[in-house]
């Protein structure tokens, strides 16, 4: 006979992996099911026993108010749960292939914890088929139980938005999926619990997982048009957001905007599916021609500044460069997958002394993760040229002028995102 599925009253939840994804969902289930947030980075944990995430996804007040919510670092403390939810990272390796190592070291220790009835419901973003081809199968080895019979699983992805103050997880309809239709069911319900936008349950697993990548796949493609369009057009002299103004009024063009790809989703995710598509004897060209051109724009603003610098008799040999922002977006300090390192890389290839100023970012995580150093406040009159990476709201509030100021009297100003008046500034995407 099959494994009873908890009861509401038994559910006993464990999130692993506690990022950008996980202490969110920990936090919110924590104040309605008893929740157990694991995660192997023991400074991580300690740092959320103390009501502190350094991420600024959860505040301190969220975290005291989730209050079944605990936290261990110790796999022995998941024995006893009942659900567990995997929102560990999905990277690639630097052939940009899917690096499944997390996720499978995550099964492992769900496998070794999971007990008859138990569920396993993976969050983060995988290929079609990952869930039963990779995952399962471990935990099945690790637990010696038999998948939908001893133990279920469901796919549910996240749709979070780092630095995101209003799309909010309870806010964003959540995809859920499960191994047998009992299993969907109880999976849906559960999320109903939280998921005040409710929820679409998909036919399977695969659906589920095909969904969450195609998402950002779209994305990716869509901003990598855009950056085509910016790169013809700056060849014809043609201003791009002029040109995306006039064909904005059209009822059905999509409001993309040229720039970076960089964050572990969009500029990751679709390896995941283009990886998957090679693997059945498929190449997909529309999707990693979009990567081509949306990896390639870092250099490609390096190389307009340096030019708009010899122009005007600037060397960039030895010049002084400050580049405004490093995290991969706006007034977040997640730097994962930040493409400004490419610009950083580009013009240090012509020796340019290149300073990062951004007030969102450890530091110590730039240097950990890029071995860049980042300067504090910037010097006045200290620089050749100025790039406006990321549209941080203290560089907008010191606009063109504040920004200028950094700069000596003739020095160029880039602005990657168009956040500043364009006639205030040199060039622009
Ligand atoms: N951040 C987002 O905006 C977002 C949105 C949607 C989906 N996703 C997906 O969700 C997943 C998680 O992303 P994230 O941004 O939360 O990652 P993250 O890097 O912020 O956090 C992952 C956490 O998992 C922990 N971890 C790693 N391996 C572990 C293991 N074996 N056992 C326990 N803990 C482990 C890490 O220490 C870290 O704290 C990824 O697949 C990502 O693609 C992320």
Redesign the pocket.
């Known amino acids: 006979m099959d494994a009873a599925l908890p009861s509401r009253d038994q559910i006993s939840i464990a999130v ?8 969110p969902l920990a936090a919110t289930f924590g104040r309605r099911f008893k929740t157990l947030g ?4 023991a400074k ?1 944990v300690a740092e959320l026993r103390q009501h502190h995430d350094h ?1 600024l996804e959860v505040s301190e007040q969220e975290l005291r108010e989730a209050r079944d919510l605990s936290f261990a670092n110790d796999p022995e403390e998941l024995k006893g749960c009942n659900v567990f939810i995997i ?4 990277p690639i390796d630097e052939y940009k292939r899917p690096d499944l190592r ?1 996720l499978e ?2 099964s492992r ?1 769900v496998g070794r914890a999971i007990a008859k009835g138990g569920v396993a419901i993976y ?4 290929y079609p088929g990952a869930t039963e081809e990779i995952c399962v199968p471990i935990i099945e080895r690790e637990s010696g139980l038999t998948f939908n019979r001893d133990f279920y699983a469901g796919y549910s ?6 630095g995101d103050k209003q799309h909010r997880l309870e806010t964003i309809m959540k995809v859920t999926s499960g191994s047998t239709p009992e299993a969907a069911d109880f999976i849906d319900d559960l999320y109903r619990q939280i998921i005040t936008a409710g929820t679409h349950k998909a036919s399977c697993i695969r659906v589920a997982e095909a969904a ?1 990548v195609i998402e950002n796949t779209q994305r990716d493609v869509n901003i990598a048009l855009i950056n085509e369009l910016a790169l013809i057009f700056h060849r014809l002299g043609i201003d791009t957001h002029e040109v995306l103004e006039a064909a904005g009024t059209k009822w059905n063009f999509l409001p993309f905007r040229p720039g970076l790809v960089g ?3 969009i500029g ?2 679709p390896y995941y599916l283009t990886h998957k598509a090679q693997q059945i004897g498929y190449h997909p060209d529309v999707i990693l021609a979009g990567r081509r051109i949306n990896d390639g724009m870092g250099s490609h603003v390096a190389r307009r500044t340096a030019k708009l610098m010899a122009q005007r008799n600037l060397q960039t040999t030895q010049s002084n460069i400050l580049i405004l922002g490093l995290a991969f977006k706006e007034n977040c300090p ?1 730097v ?1 997958n930040t493409r400004v390192v490419d610009i950083v890389a580009e013009l240090r290839s012509y020796n340019a002394n290149v300073h990062i100023h951004d007030p969102w970012v450890n530091a110590d995580e730039a240097r950990h993760e890029y071995g860049l150093e980042m300067i504090g406040q910037p010097e006045q009159g200290k620089y050749d040229a100025i790039i406006l990476a990321v549209s941080h709201r203290e560089f907008i509030a010191l606009g063109a002028e504040g920004i200028r100021a950094f700069g000596k009297p003739d020095a160029v100003l880039f602005d990657v995102k168009r956040a500043l008046p364009r006639q205030s500034v040199d060039d622009c995407l």
Not at 38 to 41: K, L, P, S
Not at 123 to 126: A, G, L
Not at 157 to 162: C, G, H, L, T, V
Request: negative net charge; proline residues 10%; glycine residues 10%.
């Open positions: 692993i992996g506690l990022g950008y994804v996980g202490l694991f995660d192997i980075n991580r991420t929102t560990v990272p999905t997390p070291s995550a220790t969050e983060s973003t995988v992805p996240e749709r979070i938005n780092p969450k964050g572990h989703c990751v995710d997640d994962r």
